[in-house]
């Protein structure tokens, strides 16, 4: 299992595009199309996520 961030990205939009920088350096630009989904699929699965609980420490 990966660490997981606990920094939230910073999303943006710029000539039509999103983006969505994240921490070392990580960005993704997206549609808003497609920005629109990954958002509903973020809030969806830490949804669900908040209800569980971590079986094995994450890695460094």
């Keep these: 299992m990966l660490k997981p961030e606990a920094i939230p ?3 943006s ?5 999103v983006t ?11 549609t808003p199309e497609a920005a629109a989904e990954t958002g509903r699929r973020l809030i969806a699965a830490a949804a669900l996520a908040a209800t569980q609980t971590a079986d094995e420490p994450p890695l460094d």
């Design 9 to 11: 990205g910073v999303a």
């Design 13 to 17: 939009a710029e000539r039509g595009v």
């Design 20 to 30: 969505l920088d994240g921490p070392e350096g990580v960005a993704i630009a997206m």
